[in-house]
């Protein structure tokens, strides 16, 4: 059983940044990959990013390649996204998941996540 905790997120401008962290606790969490997903306001939920056991693979929505990055903290349990030039297209809930991997590849699909955080508000205003 893992636990996700996702605290940060907040009200930013147009080409701002701001940096998602994602707490995890449970046995044996580095045996998973952990994914960043975000749902827009009347849309579906969406795979931002994803980060496999190691670190050594990472994926890319294509439209914030380039302006975010994800990144994980083995001995902190933590997953990061740092998010740069962000866009008022960017705003959401955004949530982290955690899947099992036997590999060091990682999934931005959302059928296959086996635990998901509550989820953290950004906004990307004016």
């Known amino acids: 059983q893992l636990q996700l905790v996702e605290p940060g997120g907040g009200l930013v401008q147009p080409g701002g940044s701001l940096r998602l962290s994602c707490v995890v606790s449970g046995f044996s969490w580095d045996y998973y990959a952990i994914g960043w997903f975000r749902q827009a306001p009347g849309k579906e939920r969406e795979g931002v990013s994803c980060?496999?056991?190691?670190?050594?693979?990472?994926t890319y929505k294509d439209s914030v390649k380039g302006r975010f990055t994800i990144s994980r903290d083995n001995v902190k349990n933590t997953v990061y996204l740092q998010m740069n030039s962000l866009k008022p297209e960017d705003t959401g809930v955004y949530y982290c998941?955690?899947?099992?991997?036997?590999?060091?590849?990682?999934?931005?699909?959302?059928?296959?996540?086996?635990?998901w955080g509550q989820g953290t508000q950004v906004t990307v205003s004016a």
């Open positions: 998941a955690a899947h099992g991997a036997v590999t060091n590849l990682c999934s931005r699909h959302e059928e296959v996540q086996d635990y």
């Open positions: 980060i496999g056991r190691t670190g050594s693979t990472t």
